[in-house]
DNA sequence: ACATCTATTTATAATTT
DNA sequence: TAAATTATAAATAGATG
């Protein structure tokens, strides 16, 4: 969230690294401490840098807070083996339910994701939708298109303008027509290639 | 953070706090996930909710950052512990892990349904892709585009033979040029709406 | 390498639906 | 009552000193 967002990976630059940890890490303890007093939740992070320096925050403390979570469900220190077979078999149950919920979402996702691949390679999206438009939602599309096209026109140029040798002139759209393959060269193409859907 | 800057103390409200809680809780598990992305770095996050609910996040698991800070300290790891007791400790951990998963899981197919709903509903599927589309892909688009093409004008005579008066000849892509304009009498319909983006 | 500034993005309190 | 929207505040990537 800055002057644009960077890619969800791990930063190489070190110096860049560092920065970035030192300025984020104390928003996330100030955040949490937000939230704990707001809501009076009770809240600990445990965050070891990457060069395995811990940071910790806690409210009331980290280790109230951590000790709530071992013996919440840990250690009833006078518990017969009744109740911990008990604890067990209550325990082992909700990991199967929750191994299958995984298993289930997990396929969920992939269905989706798989779907999207053929939306993104154009394989099925402009089947569907088109059956169903009327002359109002036909001319509507219209309008994507134009946008669409001012788009791929741009594209166009850009990709001409790296590629050409000698200077392209701009393709444009009005009047509607038939646009001319150009006859400048190109590496790895033919000119055929380039009537697109004009 | 929103209209105004709230006061920092605890909520009276109990709907408010619930929404306030509900909001925030995970906006800090996403802030954290970035920061364990980005930087690298180990991270866990314990949460009980003022109704005494535990939420947790970690990356790369709660346990296993749980059991590093416990160790650093000397103390009795989560995982570790003999017969009964450990096995509790066990399984609770993996629960713990897996709801964290199933978490993560569900928002990864909410992210992904939204998107496909900008998709479906055609706001924005145009913008996106073409900037990073290379010859090849345009090239690819253009495969589509005349299918879609196709189908559209398809579905254009079979609108003009349900509202024209006198049959009108079939719209053709071949070769491709400017569709003139139907002088055919319809309804509601004005010739110059029927340029469509041919 | 560090501190401050700034243009954007993200978060969220209040509002509306 | 919960979900979406909006107006404002906070966070932050990159720039600048």
Request: aromatic share 8%; with cysteine; hydrophobic share 40%.
């Amino acid at each position: 969230m800055g002057r644009r967002r960077i890619e969800m990976k791990k930063i190489d630059n070190e110096n860049y690294l560092h920065v970035t940890f030192s300025k984020r890490r104390p928003v996330l303890f100030n955040m949490a401490s937000e939230l704990s007093i707001v809501c009076g939740a009770e809240i600990a992070i445990l965050v070891f840098s990457p060069w395995g320096n811990l940071y910790s925050f806690g409210s009331p403390s980290v280790t109230s807070v951590v000790d709530k979570f071992l013996n919440q469900h840990g250690q009833p220190s006078v518990a017969t083996s009744a109740t911990h077979r008990a604890r067990i078999n209550e325990l082992y149950g909700q990991n199967v339910d929750l191994v299958n919920d995984l298993e289930k979402a997990k396929e969920r996702s992939e269905e989706v994701k798989k779907w999207l691949e053929e939306v993104k390679q154009g394989e099925a999206w402009w089947e569907a939708p088109i059956q169903d438009m009327g002359l109002l939602e036909l001319q509507r599309l219209e309008v994507c298109m134009e946008v669409f096209k001012k788009n791929v026109v741009k594209r166009a140029d850009e990709l001409l303008a790296k590629y050409a040798v000698v200077p392209s002139p701009s393709l444009t759209m009005n009047p509607v027509g038939v646009v001319e393959p150009l006859a400048t060269a190109r590496p790895n193409l033919n000119p055929k290639e380039w009537r697109l859907w004009f």
